[in-house]
């Protein structure tokens, strides 16, 4: 059976992490059809549209997309086209699994962790007031009002919603993941100390659903401690569910605990679409020059090879991937012990070591 995937590469490194993993996707039997889009700086430059309505149709027709990372323009007014495209197409959570593989360069033994994010709430949702416009007046003297206190005129304002809706399916994608992944314990991530009415909304709902899964083991742990809990014993850690913001923090603590952001997978699902992403950005420092981790992106097609019931393959691939990493010879720099290391390989060359693993007789 071959597969209709919609095949965004994005900017900055994403066209070359995009084109390892499509090569090694392939090399794992699994077919394809690709349906390339084009999103990102360049796409800005040619039709003023950073994700053309063609690419957002493409997804909507084939449900299931591989994507690079696109850029935010800084200081054009543009939102992130990320965050739209997670709300467009309800992708309500984000799978980041954090596992660390042997061989890998970090200070710890044992990390076998997964973030689970809201990716439609929170401060992400776009409603924001800038200082001095009209808008913050009015909020500002309509709080000030309602809640018989002072704020400076000076402020700009971003709105926190957290929907009971929004917590409950999150919560339960959480418990679901884990029952289906023989996991034991799911951690609900909060501020509720703080903020009652958003947070503390995400924990009662998060008790409530608790209650429907007797066989796993619910934990709470306030935000701050989470992180130094990470940092500390990242090994007493299963699944973890969290809002959108602390979901995207702590997404890139647990990608430093397995080795950095180039080896940090990601999939935004939600109950129509499904969109496989790295946990990193378009990495401008490194663009172009054959020197990105492709890891992330590649482990995000292992992702979307179990998404499409793909075992076999994905198994496959993983192996051939914990194989490189062992190895650690045909590794990019940022896995190497000493990152001037002149031995490390390129891009290309690791997506070819992959490929060469797969194809090693067992
Ligand atoms: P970033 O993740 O692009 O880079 C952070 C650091 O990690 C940089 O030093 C970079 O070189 C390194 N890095 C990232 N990926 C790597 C890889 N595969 N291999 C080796 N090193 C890697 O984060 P930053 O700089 O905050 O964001 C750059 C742009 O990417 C921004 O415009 C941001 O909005 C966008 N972005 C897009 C995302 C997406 O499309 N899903 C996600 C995160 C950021």
Redo the contacts with the bound molecule.
């Keep these: 059976m071959s597969y209709a995937v919609t095949l965004i590469p994005?900017d900055?490194?994403g066209p070359e992490?995009a084109e390892a993993a499509r090569r090694v996707l392939e090399a794992t039997g699994a077919e394809f059809e690709w349906d390339v889009q084009n999103a990102g700086s360049e796409e800005l430059a040619r039709s003023g549209e950073l994700l053309p309505a063609a690419a957002l149709a493409s997804i909507r027709r084939n449900r299931v997309a591989l994507?690079g990372?696109?850029?935010?323009p800084?200081g054009t007014g543009f939102r992130?086209i990320?965050v739209s495209l997670r709300q467009q197409l309800d992708l309500y959570a984000c799978f980041r699994p954090c596992r660390l593989y042997k061989g890998v360069r970090t200070r710890f033994d044992k990390v076998d962790l997964v973030v689970v994010r809201e990716n439609t709430e929170d401060l992400y949702s776009g409603i924001e007031f800038e200082k001095g416009s009209t808008e913050a007046l009015i909020e500002v003297a309509l709080i000030e009002k309602i809640k018989n206190i002072k704020i400076r005129d000076d402020v700009g304002i971003s709105i926190k919603p957290i929907s009971e809706f929004g917590s409950r399916r999150i919560v339960q994608a959480a418990f679901e993941y884990a029952r289906a992944n023989n996991r034991h314990k799911v951690t609900a991530v909060h501020k509720a100390n703080i903020m009652k009415f958003t947070d503390g909304l995400f924990l009662r709902v998060a008790r409530e659903v608790a209650q429907n899964y007797p066989d796993i083991k619910f934990q709470e742990v306030i935000v701050d401690n989470m992180c130094m809990q990470l940092v500390q014993y990242p090994e007493d850690y299963d699944v973890l569910v969290l809002t959108n913001l602390y979901g995207d923090i702590v997404s890139d603590l647990g990608a430093g605990l397995i080795g950095?952001?180039?080896m940090a997978p990601g999939a935004n699902i939600g109950d129509e679409y499904a969109v496989f992403?790295?946990?990193?950005?378009?990495?401008?420092?490194?663009a172009g020059q054959n020197?990105?981790?492709?890891l992330?992106m590649i482990l995000s097609g292992v992702m979307m090879l179990r998404y499409l019931k793909e075992f076999d393959a994905a198994n496959r691939l993983e192996h051939a991937i914990e194989g490189v990493i062992e190895e650690g010879t045909d590794v990019?720099a940022?896995m190497k012990v000493d990152r001037k290391d002149p031995t490390a390989v390129g891009t290309r060359e690791e997506a070819d070591a992959i490929i060469r693993h797969l194809q090693a007789p067992v």
């Excluded at 992403?277 to 490194?286: K, L, M, Q, V, Y």
């Excluded at 020197?291 to 492709?294: F, G, I, L, R, S």
């Design positions: 994005g900055g490194i992490v994507k990372p696109i850029t935010t800084v992130s990320n950095g952001l180039g992403e790295a946990t990193h950005g378009s990495a401008p420092d490194i020197k990105a981790n492709p992330g990019t940022d």
